[in-house]
């Protein structure tokens, strides 16, 4: 089946570390999105890619880093100067502004 | 910069009745989709109905019908004989049309189903 596949589904991080949010597509769209969901707030945008070994900062990209060495693949890291990273984080992906579909989702907890 | 806002956290209907979402947007450009999505306590997002600008028809799903005034810069969503089903987190996003573009998000509102 064709979409969008997030992975883990749940991810615990302890203080200090690094953890990476796994995204996959196999629809072949060329544009994909990493989002951050808090409560009582819209999705933020934390970055994107339009193409392979492209992408641009979102609204919130301090304390987040990723790559784009493949055109299926958007890893995205979370790092140690993520000072609040506990949220619920959303991976999408286009092949036009018109239509752009999202993963399921993973959450992420600071223990 | 493109501003989207909601301005009702919470909302609630009962089954059968027909219930309006208000949105809003903010933007000096003339071509660019608007959307609403639904957000099941599953959490995942789901295109309900999408807008075109140069559209001048409001665009309509079965039950799901928007009033899209563009000079107005306001998007509202009418759900007909709601469901339970229906209960969920609707977020109202707009992208302008164009390459490099990003889809902005409202904080959304939280309908609510009744018996």
């Known amino acids: 089946d064709g979409g969008i596949t997030q992975s883990p589904k749940y991810l615990f991080r302890k203080e200090g570390q690094n953890v990476t949010l796994s995204c996959e597509q196999n629809?072949?769209?060329?544009?994909m999105y990493w989002y951050r969901q808090d409560p009582g707030q819209g999705l933020r945008l934390i970055y994107y890619?339009?193409?392979?070994?492209?992408?641009q900062k979102g609204d919130i990209a301090e304390g987040y880093s990723v790559s784009r060495e493949k055109k299926e693949s958007f890893p995205l890291t979370v790092t140690s100067a993520q000072k609040n990273p506990t949220a619920f984080y959303l991976c999408?992906?286009?092949?036009?502004?018109?239509?752009?579909?999202f993963g399921e989702g993973s959450w992420l907890t600071v223990v | 910069a493109q501003t989207v806002t909601q301005s009702q956290p919470e909302m609630s209907v009962q089954e059968a009745e027909t219930v309006t979402l208000s949105c809003t947007y903010d933007?000096?450009?003339?071509?660019?989709?608007l959307f609403w999505y639904k957000q099941p306590p599953s959490r995942q997002m789901i295109l309900v109905i999408r807008?075109?600008?140069?559209?001048?028809q409001n665009a309509t799903e079965n039950r799901f019908s928007v009033n899209f005034q563009k000079a107005a810069k306001s998007f509202s969503l009418k759900i007909s004989d709601s469901q339970l089903g229906d209960t969920a987190m609707y977020f109202c996003?707009?992208?302008?049309?164009?390459?490099?573009?990003?889809?902005?998000f409202g904080t959304g509102t939280q309908l609510k189903v009744e018996l």
């Open positions: 999408a992906s286009s092949t036009s502004p018109a239509s752009i579909y």
């Open positions: 629809l072949n769209h060329d544009a």
């Open positions: 890619s339009q193409i392979v070994n492209d992408f």
């Open positions: 933007t000096s450009e003339n071509n660019y989709y």
């Open positions: 807008q075109e600008a140069y559209k001048q």
């Open positions: 996003a707009f992208i302008l049309t164009g390459g490099g573009n990003k889809l902005t």
